[in-house]
């Protein structure tokens, strides 16, 4: 994928990973959006991305990705790469019935906003010649932490469309990437604070740095610290075979 020139919406890009892809992206000469519920942090991201555009939305609500998407399609119409990212994370008791499934709906931001944003702006995509998709999965997609059953199966999720969409996607001028991060100690998905650094774990930025590699090197499944390990542990030659024969 080229590297400069674009023109980047990153889904929850205010702040963690889809801050620090957005740092990288402007560097490089891109032209970078993002959006995020909360105003007070997206003016933050500002402050340390000159030149970032920000736009208030919750990309769970259908009637907030349609108000993104139009906004985008009427002063970014250039739009040739979609960063889903926006994502959260919440431990869940199964035992507790539907009171342990309260709070954030991960599904709905997760798995749903994901297929609805790449299914809003595939057609101005393509339209706009060498275009990308990028979803942001992670390593409990591959192994699943019971402690975040909703999260990982989400993440399970997001993978598995995210193949289909490439294969889909194979004639059009859309690349389809998988962004697979391990642990990412210094963002706020876990609890709304940044964790200690531990051996299983990467920084946002480092996570950025390894990002920008493998787009430059058009690796669609790009993935760092540990989860390269689960990553080359799930690929598996023969069931590419499988897959390849029943998507003849
Ligand atoms: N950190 C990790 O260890 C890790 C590991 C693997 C994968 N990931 C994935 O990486 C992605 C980014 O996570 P992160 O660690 O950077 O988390 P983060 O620091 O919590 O950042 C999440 C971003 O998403 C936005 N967001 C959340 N819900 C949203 C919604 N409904 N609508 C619009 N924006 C929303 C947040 O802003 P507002 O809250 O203001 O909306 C924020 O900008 C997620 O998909 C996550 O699952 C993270």
Redesign the pocket.
């Known amino acids: 994928m080229k590297l400069d020139g674009n023109t980047i919406l990153i889904?929850?890009?205010?702040?963690?990973?889809?801050?620090a892809l957005a740092e990288r992206f402007t560097k490089l000469g891109n032209t970078v959006i993002?959006?995020?519920?909360?105003e007070e942090?997206l003016k933050e991201a500002e402050r340390k991305v000159p030149g970032l555009n920000t736009f208030v939305?919750?990309?769970?609500k259908d009637e907030d990705r349609r108000r993104l998407v139009k906004w985008v399609k009427e002063n970014f119409p250039k739009i040739n790469v979609l960063v889903n990212?926006?994502?959260?994370?919440l431990k869940v008791d199964l035992r507790k019935g539907m009171e342990g499934l309260a709070g954030?709906n991960e599904i709905e931001?997760?798995l749903k906003?994901c297929i609805y944003m790449s299914a809003e702006l595939i057609p101005l995509l393509s339209a706009n010649g060498e275009a990308a998709i990028l979803n942001?999965?992670?390593?409990?997609g591959i192994v699943p932490m019971a402690m975040y059953p909703i999260?990982s199966a989400t993440?399970a999720g997001v993978r598995s469309y995210t193949k289909t969409l490439r294969h889909q996607l194979k004639d059009t001028p859309i690349k389809v990437f998988d962004i697979i991060?391990?642990?990412?100690?210094d963002?706020?998905?876990?609890g709304g604070r940044p964790m200690e650094r531990s051996a299983g774990?990467v920084s946002?930025a480092e996570l950025a740095d390894a990002v920008i590699e493998g787009l430059k090197e058009n690796r669609y499944e790009i993935a760092a610290g540990p989860a390269k390990n689960w990553l080359s542990m799930a690929s598996n030659t023969q069931l590419e075979s499988v897959f390849s024969n029943m998507n003849k």
């Open positions: 889904t929850g890009g205010s702040m963690g990973i889809g801050l993002v959006c995020g519920r909360r942090r939305c919750d990309i769970s990212n926006a994502g959260v994370q954030d931001i997760n906003a942001v999965s992670s390593g409990l999260y993440k991060p391990p642990l990412v100690h963002t706020e998905l876990h774990s946002a």
